[in-house]
């Protein structure tokens, strides 16, 4: 003892008035600001029983309790009384060494209140400590590691309890969490059973009746609970930090419900609120198991968890709920509270419900039928959904001096965790002010003017901030949310200079000085740079005009009338490679993202280097230039990525790996995520809208469906081209079609174009040999949060971090029958993975196709023999690319990710999974690919033994015919090809046109 006793007397007395500044100043002044903004801003200078006295006398009655651990009240004399015998008989504490004087009666006591299932009972300080302990033990005893929890549930804020919390907004920012949890629905006996038949769940958590929404589980779900743990050897684990010691009623929810769970643990209510201190029961078989081998304290000690202080209190406490039989009072205080509320409910109709046992209760409010008290409803609504529960705490608070709670960030009620000691007055206090509040509103005063203005701005910043775009309506996030609404904007209107199926009535026999053969972005850059050269030039497609107001969201309708082969062409060889390809003016662009990468300089230098091409960064720059002016290529804007793209670039963040959002050829996109069935926004800027208008404008003609056959050879001249009139389905008409011209460009895509010549008795072997892909694959990430993965551009976020190495990451949205063909599993499994793909978000990767190659072949009667060998590079690459997407997703915290790889690495449940799937043998059938990018087959380069054409396009050996799609690069232009394709068909079309 020091001489002086009174110190800490003293300062208390001094500061009590006085020192709310310095926690504002040096603890947590944000948290103040909020519940002072809320005009929580009394100065308690005294506390008796469930009573706070302000510093100018006033009375409040405190139904808040602490958070719930007043059950008896504040500052209870025989509490106090067993901390002060403590401190003055001078007891050794914290021995540590040596058995602790007291834990062992607390231990006994909270053991004998829970009956003779349990016969250990293992201290720490705080609930969170305590589930966190529970967690750990799960898995150390079961050897299993998946956890199930409720949704809805709060189990402490411990790094592993965060992740067993059933609020996204508890988690958010904490990413990447615990592996493996798994949330499952309340009161759903046949999802749980779902779960624990997988067999590899080490525990179920759960709270008897939860704290933060009152919902009660049902006796019948946990005895369905009990026993399917039993069944599958997973453990039944009671939190009642909160419910425990007569909170609801009983002594333990959990056990009053008729189970016995093999851990349950009380905090809250233990000490009287007097010392931290938390306890967890646990069954002999569970403790010898635990504890086989004698490790005790590398599994579990914490240094202060027997403190004498702690389990004095506790020992005071519970000797006291024992005396006032505080099981049965609880009750009953909780029946006449909840009679009240119920009248309550029945005489306003903004109580929506009330949930809750005994006395932890919560009234939940939804909009009156009043239409001015409606409609004030709706605009809080539309700041914070909870924003008419904080208006009834506030003024309870502040009109009637009774402390409440709003339970959630989310949550549209009022909690009360009312001490077990209220008198009849304390609850005719609580329930007639209750009822004094909710009346004002519907006569005089306005719910919206409790929650200050300030309030409200700063909930609706919080709320800007805080949340991902998608989470927020639409009214707020600019997001289109996904609608089945054709496209009722006035729509764009194509060139009506474009020659169109229906006007063919004959056949076609044209000249002109430049004739490009393909219509998508490469074809139709070049050909504008041809006519902006006063050049006559004649642009041919074979597909159709694809009109956007034909677009719809069924990609097979849409795959049948706009892909090549309906979408369905895939490569022989070591394994089956889906191409998609684009059949319609405009090409490509008009399905894909609108991905626009430059190619890197190294790959640049590379091409020089391996192929002899005649390029460089800087003289590449300014057609790049000139195409991403033409082609309005910008960022991915922040307001349009959605969630989807967010986790891409929190995941990326997480591990420390670069991103950036994707430069895309949009404008006004709305991210609805449909770039593959054509967009709805037409916000694409697409060729056929943004370069075919200037080439007719400048004079040049546009025929789609044109199908080119072969060209016209005179000598080694190339003269033009002949072919037919196709059908805007494919099918091939009776109309003949014969063009000739000075120069022919062949941009008809890396697949057609090599086969033209093929065709056409070009003699060069090694035209169609150097077939080229990036393979891609994509995996899902099934999250806990909701992502709603189909708002949010289609690609808004990718890395580069890897690229070097040949592998690109990306974020990706394609529609949901595609989607939903990487879904494992059949039956019930695969129904709730359909069901669960908001909660999905899916990440692709490409790689460089380095050690793959393969050919296309023209075959008699037109078709085409491809073929495509997967070299182990790229399987090496594949499968580091999986593994990195994995990684990005469970970064983000995905708590379950399926690689689309078949067989046992398809699904992953967390970083071991990945470390196994980094150590496996894969070949290359193992993965699903497909590629969308296509090319090398008609190389350019400077060997003519090598390669098809020079470094300006033209083919060796063939006078006036060029190439100037994706089929003339080498190798991989690392990069998506369609922007180093349209810089460099810029550069040849301006060669043409000088050359001619
Ligand atoms: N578990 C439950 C059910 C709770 O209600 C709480 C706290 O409210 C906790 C765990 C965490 O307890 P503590 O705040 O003591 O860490």
């Given at each position: 003892m020091t001489?002086?006793?009174?110190t800490m007397?003293?300062?208390?007395?001094?500061?009590?008035?006085?020192?709310?500044?310095?926690?504002k100043k040096h603890?947590?002044p944000k948290?103040l600001?909020l519940?002072?903004?809320?005009?929580f801003?009394?100065v308690?200078?005294r506390?008796?029983?469930?009573?706070?006295y302000?510093?100018d006398g006033?009375k409040?009655?405190?139904l808040?309790?602490?958070g719930?651990?007043?059950?008896l009240?504040?500052n209870?004399?025989?509490i106090h009384?067993?901390l002060?015998d403590?401190l003055?008989?001078?007891?050794?504490?914290l021995?540590?060494?040596?058995?602790s004087i007291?834990?062992?009666?607390l231990a006994?006591?909270l053991l004998?209140?829970a009956g003779p299932?349990?016969?250990?009972?293992?201290?720490s300080?705080t609930?969170?400590e305590?589930t966190?302990l529970?967690?750990r033990?799960?898995?150390?005893?079961t050897g299993?590691?998946?956890?199930?929890?409720?949704?809805?549930?709060?189990?402490?804020?411990?790094y592993?309890?965060v992740?067993?919390?059933g609020?996204p907004e508890?988690?958010?920012?904490m990413?990447?969490l615990?592996?493996?949890?798994?949330?499952v629905?309340?009161n759903?006996?046949?999802?749980?059973e779902?779960e624990?038949?997988?067999?590899d769940?080490?525990?179920f958590?759960?709270e008897p009746v939860q704290g933060?929404?009152?919902?009660v589980?049902?006796?019948?779900y946990l005895?369905?609970?009990e026993?399917?743990?039993?069944e599958h050897?997973?453990?039944?684990?009671?939190?009642?930090?909160?419910?425990?010691?007569c909170r609801t009623g009983?002594?333990?929810?959990?056990?009053?419900?008729?189970?016995?769970p093999?851990?349950v643990?009380?905090?809250k209510?233990?000490?009287?609120?007097?010392?931290p201190?938390?306890?967890?029961?646990?069954?002999?078989?569970?403790?010898?198991q635990?504890?086989a081998?004698?490790?005790?304290?590398p599994?579990?000690f914490?240094?202060f968890?027997?403190n004498?202080?702690a389990?004095?209190?506790?020992l005071?406490?519970?000797e006291?709920?024992v005396?006032?039989?505080?099981?049965?009072?609880a009750?009953?205080l909780?029946?006449?509270?909840?009679?009240?509320?119920?009248a309550l409910?029945e005489?306003y109709?903004v109580?929506d419900r009330i949930e809750?046992?005994?006395?932890l209760q919560?009234?939940y409010f939804?909009?009156s039928?009043?239409?001015g008290?409606?409609?004030q409803q709706?605009l809080?609504r539309?700041?914070?959904?909870?924003?008419?529960?904080?208006?009834?705490?506030v003024?309870?608070?502040k009109?009637?001096?009774i402390?409440?709670?709003?339970?959630?960030?989310t949550?549209n009620a009022?909690?009360?965790l009312?001490?077990?000691?209220?008198t009849e007055e304390?609850?005719e206090?609580?329930?007639?002010?209750l009822?004094d509040?909710?009346a004002?509103?519907?006569?005089e005063?306005a719910?919206?003017v409790?929650?200050?203005?300030?309030?409200l701005?700063t909930?609706?910043k919080?709320?800007r901030?805080?949340?991902?775009?998608a989470f927020?309506?639409p009214?707020?996030s600019?997001i289109d949310?996904p609608?089945e609404?054709?496209?009722?904007?006035?729509?764009?209107?194509h060139?009506p200079g474009?020659t169109?199926?229906e006007?063919y009535?004959?056949?076609?026999d044209?000249h002109?000085d430049?004739?490009?053969?393909?219509?998508?972005?490469s074809g139709?850059?070049a050909a504008?740079q041809?006519?902006?050269?006063?050049k006559r030039v004649?642009l041919?497609?074979?597909?159709?005009?694809a009109e956007?107001?034909?677009?719809n969201?069924?990609?097979m309708?849409m795959?049948?009338?706009?892909y090549w082969?309906s979408?369905?062409?895939?490569?022989?060889?070591n394994?089956?490679?889906?191409t998609l390809?684009?059949?319609?003016?405009g090409?490509?662009?008009?399905f894909?993202?609108?991905?626009c990468?430059r190619?890197p300089?190294?790959?640049?230098r590379r091409?020089?280097r391996?192929?002899g091409?005649?390029?460089?960064?800087e003289e590449m720059?300014?057609?790049?230039e000139?195409?991403e002016a033409?082609?309005?290529?910008?960022?991915?804007?922040?307001e349009?990525?959605?969630?989807?793209?967010v986790?891409?670039?929190?995941?990326?963040?997480?591990?420390g790996?670069s991103?950036?959002p994707?430069?895309?050829n949009?404008?006004?996109c709305k991210?609805s995520?449909?770039?593959?069935?054509?967009c709805?926004?037409?916000?694409?800027?697409?060729?056929?809208f943004?370069?075919?208008?200037e080439?007719?404008d400048l004079?040049?003609r546009v025929?789609s469906?044109?199908h080119?056959d072969?060209?016209?050879?005179?000598?080694n001249r190339?003269a033009?081209?002949v072919?037919?009139v196709?059908?805007p389905g494919?099918a091939r008409t009776?109309?003949?079609?014969?063009?000739?011209a000075k120069a022919?460009?062949l941009?008809?895509g890396c697949l057609?174009s090599?086969?033209?010549?093929q065709?056409?008795g070009?003699?060069?072997p090694?035209i169609g040999k150097?077939?080229r892909?990036?393979?891609?694959?994509y995996?899902?990430g099934?999250?806990?949060q909701v992502?709603?993965?189909?708002?949010?551009a289609t690609?808004g976020y990718?890395?580069?971090?890897y690229?070097?190495?040949g592998?690109k990451l990306?974020s990706?949205w394609v529609?949901a029958?595609l989607?939903?063909?990487?879904?494992p599993?059949?039956?019930?499994r695969?129904?709730e993975g359909l069901a669960?793909?908001?909660?999905?978000?899916?990440?692709?990767?490409?790689v460089?196709?380095d050690d793959?190659?393969?050919?296309?072949?023209a075959?008699?009667g037109?078709g085409?023999?491809?073929?495509w060998?997967m070299g182990l590079g790229d399987?090496?690459r594949?499968?580091?690319?999986?593994?990195?997407?994995?990684d990005?997703?469970?970064?983000?915290?995905?708590?379950?990710?399926?690689?689309g790889?078949?067989?046992?690495?398809?699904?992953?449940?967390?970083?071991?999974?990945v470390s196994?799937?980094?150590?496996?043998d894969l070949?290359p059938?193992?993965?699903?690919?497909?590629s969308?990018?296509?090319?090398?087959?008609?190389?350019?380069?400077a060997?003519?033994d090598?390669?098809v054409v020079?470094?300006?396009g033209?083919?060796?050996?063939v006078?006036?015919?060029?190439?100037?799609?994706?089929?003339?690069?080498?190798v991989?232009?690392a990069a998506n090809?369609?922007?180093?394709v349209?810089a460099?068909a810029?550069?040849?079309?301006?060669?043409v046109?000088?050359?001619?």
């Amino acid at each position: 003892m020091t001489d002086k006793p009174n110190t800490m007397k003293a300062l208390i007395q001094e500061h009590i008035h006085s020192s709310a500044h310095l926690s504002k100043k040096h603890v947590h002044p944000k948290m103040l600001k909020l519940f002072e903004l809320g005009g929580f801003n009394a100065v308690y200078d005294r506390a008796e029983g469930h009573y706070l006295y302000d510093t100018d006398g006033n009375k409040y009655l405190d139904l808040l309790s602490g958070g719930g651990v007043y059950l008896l009240g504040r500052n209870n004399e025989r509490i106090h009384g067993a901390l002060r015998d403590v401190l003055e008989l001078d007891v050794p504490n914290l021995t540590i060494v040596n058995a602790s004087i007291l834990s062992g009666l607390l231990a006994e006591r909270l053991l004998a209140l829970a009956g003779p299932h349990y016969t250990k009972c293992l201290f720490s300080n705080t609930g969170s400590e305590a589930t966190d302990l529970a967690i750990r033990f799960a898995r150390f005893a079961t050897g299993k590691r998946r956890m199930l929890y409720l949704e809805g549930a709060f189990h402490g804020r411990t790094y592993a309890d965060v992740s067993i919390c059933g609020s996204p907004e508890l988690r958010r920012g904490m990413e990447p969490l615990m592996p493996i949890c798994t949330p499952v629905r309340p009161n759903d006996t046949e999802q749980l059973e779902r779960e624990l038949s997988k067999g590899d769940v080490a525990g179920f958590f759960f709270e008897p009746v939860q704290g933060m929404s009152g919902r009660v589980l049902t006796p019948e779900y946990l005895r369905a609970a009990e026993r399917m743990c039993n069944e599958h050897g997973a453990l039944l684990c009671a939190d009642e930090v909160q419910t425990g010691l007569c909170r609801t009623g009983p002594w333990f929810a959990s056990l009053a419900a008729g189970v016995r769970p093999h851990m349950v643990w009380v905090s809250k209510i233990l000490s009287g609120g007097t010392v931290p201190v938390s306890a967890l029961m646990m069954t002999q078989e569970l403790y010898d198991q635990i504890y086989a081998g004698f490790t005790s304290g590398p599994v579990y000690f914490s240094t202060f968890a027997e403190n004498n202080l702690a389990m004095a209190a506790g020992l005071a406490n519970l000797e006291l709920l024992v005396e006032m039989n505080a099981p049965e009072r609880a009750t009953a205080l909780g029946e006449v509270l909840r009679g009240g509320l119920e009248a309550l409910a029945e005489r306003y109709d903004v109580i929506d419900r009330i949930e809750g046992q005994g006395l932890l209760q919560v009234v939940y409010f939804r909009d009156s039928a009043q239409l001015g008290l409606k409609l004030q409803q709706s605009l809080m609504r539309a700041a914070d959904p909870a924003a008419f529960g904080a208006a009834v705490n506030v003024d309870l608070y502040k009109q009637k001096r009774i402390i409440v709670q709003v339970p959630g960030a989310t949550l549209n009620a009022i909690k009360i965790l009312p001490p077990v000691t209220l008198t009849e007055e304390d609850v005719e206090w609580f329930l007639e002010g209750l009822e004094d509040v909710i009346a004002s509103y519907y006569a005089e005063r306005a719910p919206i003017v409790s929650v200050s203005k300030g309030f409200l701005s700063t909930a609706l910043k919080g709320l800007r901030s805080a949340v991902p775009p998608a989470f927020l309506p639409p009214i707020l996030s600019g997001i289109d949310a996904p609608t089945e609404k054709k496209n009722a904007e006035p729509l764009r209107r194509h060139h009506p200079g474009i020659t169109r199926f229906e006007d063919y009535d004959r056949d076609i026999d044209e000249h002109c000085d430049v004739l490009v053969v393909g219509g998508g972005p490469s074809g139709a850059i070049a050909a504008r740079q041809a006519a902006l050269a006063g050049k006559r030039v004649i642009l041919v497609e074979a597909g159709p005009v694809a009109e956007p107001e034909s677009f719809n969201d069924d990609c097979m309708d849409m795959f049948n009338r706009f892909y090549w082969d309906s979408g369905l062409r895939t490569t022989r060889g070591n394994v089956v490679l889906p191409t998609l390809t684009i059949r319609a003016l405009g090409g490509g662009s008009v399905f894909n993202s609108a991905i626009c990468l430059r190619m890197p300089e190294y790959q640049v230098r590379r091409w020089r280097r391996e192929h002899g091409i005649d390029i460089s960064v800087e003289e590449m720059a300014p057609h790049y230039e000139e195409v991403e002016a033409l082609m309005g290529i910008a960022p991915t804007p922040e307001e349009v990525q959605g969630t989807r793209n967010v986790l891409f670039k929190q995941g990326c963040d997480n591990l420390g790996i670069s991103s950036a959002p994707i430069n895309r050829n949009v404008s006004g996109c709305k991210g609805s995520a449909r770039c593959v069935v054509g967009c709805p926004n037409h916000a694409k800027n697409t060729p056929d809208f943004r370069v075919i208008p200037e080439i007719l404008d400048l004079g040049g003609r546009v025929l789609s469906s044109v199908h080119v056959d072969s060209l016209i050879m005179r000598g080694n001249r190339c003269a033009g081209v002949v072919g037919w009139v196709a059908e805007p389905g494919g099918a091939r008409t009776r109309l003949r079609v014969r063009i000739t011209a000075k120069a022919t460009i062949l941009a008809a895509g890396c697949l057609h174009s090599p086969t033209i010549m093929q065709r056409s008795g070009i003699k060069n072997p090694v035209i169609g040999k150097n077939f080229r892909t990036h393979p891609g694959i994509y995996a899902l990430g099934e999250y806990e949060q909701v992502v709603n993965p189909w708002i949010g551009a289609t690609q808004g976020y990718h890395s580069l971090q890897y690229l070097e190495d040949g592998i690109k990451l990306e974020s990706l949205w394609v529609n949901a029958p595609l989607i939903a063909a990487r879904i494992p599993g059949i039956g019930h499994r695969y129904k709730e993975g359909l069901a669960n793909y908001r909660h999905m978000g899916v990440f692709d990767a490409w790689v460089s196709g380095d050690d793959s190659s393969g050919h296309v072949r023209a075959l008699p009667g037109g078709g085409k023999d491809l073929a495509w060998t997967m070299g182990l590079g790229d399987v090496r690459r594949l499968k580091e690319a999986t593994a990195l997407l994995a990684d990005l997703h469970f970064a983000a915290g995905a708590h379950t990710v399926y690689t689309g790889l078949l067989g046992e690495h398809n699904t992953l449940y967390g970083p071991d999974d990945v470390s196994a799937l980094r150590a496996a043998d894969l070949g290359p059938k193992d993965f699903t690919c497909a590629s969308q990018h296509l090319f090398g087959t008609t190389p350019m380069g400077a060997d003519k033994d090598r390669h098809v054409v020079d470094s300006h396009g033209a083919v060796y050996g063939v006078d006036g015919l060029f190439v100037a799609d994706t089929g003339i690069m080498p190798v991989s232009p690392a990069a998506n090809p369609m922007h180093p394709v349209m810089a460099l068909a810029n550069r040849i079309g301006k060669g043409v046109a000088a050359g001619l």
